[in-house]
């Protein structure tokens, strides 16, 4: 009878507890708190978040987040909602490892981060992303970044292994799909002030500084084609050199062209022959 008594005070306590920790949580210095994190490991980096709560499975939420760059405050990244929670089994093996889920531009993603390192999340890091149905036309930090308006529906994964203060160093890959795209051109090219399509897949790997692009279809009824070829990266990756070519077919005018890409990925030349 006693250990049934105890056990129940137990439960009752812990029940008690984690009640009180969920209703009286300190939202606002714990936002203060993952802020400073935040941007003490990232000096150009300023983050915003509106409310931090504890959400079950056990973790935190995090509501109305504003990220945004010192050194480019018109490049502002936005999510509705934040979730984050450790990885229960992995932390039981020693690593440290987190899931972070997201609401975003009226899709979602999810990002699995994985240390390697024992305890501590220096040195190389796995992350694993898939997101879905992002409406890349409410991203304005796509319009500010590529200097041009972006339109579409994106989804897919993204691999990646490496060092978070060397990304391009480390190595990847990633499959992509973007529906009822629309992207603006800053001078008219083929009687075209846009390139509009219905569906584009591109497969591409990261490896020694630069993307390969394995394979990038495009159909729609104003344009279809097939391109490969490499981004060579760049510190500023909008200033990462294009290397593409490919051909494409433009039903309207009949015809089917070999078309490259070079310049950046700020200001892309293409070439028709």
């Known amino acids: 009878m006693k250990t049934k008594k105890w056990i129940t005070y137990t439960i009752y306590g812990i029940l008690i507890t984690v009640f009180f920790l969920y209703v009286r949580f300190p939202s606002d210095s714990a936002g203060r708190y993952i802020r400073s994190i935040v941007e003490r490991g990232n000096p150009n980096i300023f983050l915003l978040v509106d409310s931090v709560k504890l959400c079950l499975p056990p973790g935190i939420k995090l509501s109305n987040i504003e990220v945004s760059f010192r050194d480019k405050p018109d490049l502002i990244l936005m999510a509705n909602t934040l979730k984050l929670r450790p990885a229960i089994t992995s932390l039981l093996s020693g690593k440290l490892s987190f899931l972070l889920y997201a609401d975003a ?28 149905d992002i409406n890349l036309g409410k991203c304005s930090c796509i319009k500010t970044a590529a200097g041009r308006h972006v339109d579409g529906r994106l989804s897919g ?19 992509i799909t973007l529906l009822d795209g629309n992207i603006q051109l800053l001078k008219n090219m083929l009687g075209f002030d846009g390139l509009a399509f219905d569906k584009a897949e591109a497969e591409l790997t990261l490896k020694n500084r630069t993307v390969k692009i394995t394979g990038l279809d495009i159909t729609g009824k104003q344009l279809s084609g097939s391109f490969a070829g490499n981004i060579f990266l760049d510190r500023d990756i909008m200033q990462s050199r294009l290397a593409i070519k490919g051909d494409l077919k433009i039903p309207a005018l009949d015809k089917k062209v070999s078309t490259t890409l070079k310049g950046t990925v700020a200001r892309p030349i293409p070439g028709f022959k």
């Open 105 to 132: 531009y009226e899709g979602n993603m999810r990002i699995d981060i994985n240390f390697t390192n024992r305890f501590s999340t220096k040195g190389p890091v796995r992350i694993t992303t898939g997101f879905n």
């Open 157 to 175: 994964s993204i691999l990646y292994n490496g060092k978070w203060d060397g990304v391009i160093n480390g190595a990847g890959s990633a499959n």
